[in-house]
């Protein structure tokens, strides 16, 4: 793995990883969901290799690192914003979110509280919880975001 690679590891995957220089990785741990007789595959994939996707009514760019079909129960998203954009939807929804703040400064609001962030900053966002982000600065925010989908949520 590289610089903005990733990987995901199926349910019950032997692995183990080794790494000769200091790195960063962000892990996200979770139970699968299984459903039916889905099943998912070991993937290694870069992030710049992933296609920009629509967005509409958003100004962002958007990124997927993982399949968006059935048997994948969550995906992360890759969100760049220049400086001065920002959320055109303050959302609201079920699913949860763990953001790590890659790139950039901002304002993130959750509820009624208003959160000035920063690269390195991580964020847990419960399900329902009102969301908005802008992007301030001089330099590009990119975010990494869990998002649990494709299941039930009861
Ligand atoms: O896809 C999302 O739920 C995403 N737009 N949420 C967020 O950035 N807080
Ligand atoms: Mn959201």
Redesign the pocket.
């Known amino acids: 793995m590289q610089v903005d690679s990733y990987a995901y590891l199926p349910p019950n995957f032997e692995h183990s990883l080794k790494c000769d220089e200091s790195a960063t990785l962000a892990v996200f741990e979770r139970r699968y969901a299984f459903l039916d007789n889905h099943i998912t595959g070991h993937i290694v994939g870069s992030t710049d290799k992933q296609p920009l996707l629509e967005t509409p009514g958003e100004v962002f760019e958007l990124r997927k690192l993982l399949p968006a079909s059935v048997p994948y129960d969550f995906n992360i998203?890759i969100?760049d914003f220049q400086p001065g954009e920002f959320?055109n939807v303050k959302?609201v929804?079920y699913?949860q979110?763990g953001?790590l703040l890659l790139e950039g400064q901002g304002i993130y609001r959750l509820g009624d509280s208003w959160y000035p962030v920063q690269a390195g900053d991580a964020i847990w966002?419960a399900p329902f919880v009102p969301?908005w982000?802008a992007a301030l600065g001089k330099t590009r925010s990119r975010?990494l975001?869990y998002?649990d989908v494709n299941r039930n949520p009861l």
């Open positions: 998203h969100m959320l959302e929804h699913n979110h953001l966002m969301q982000y975010y975001l998002k």
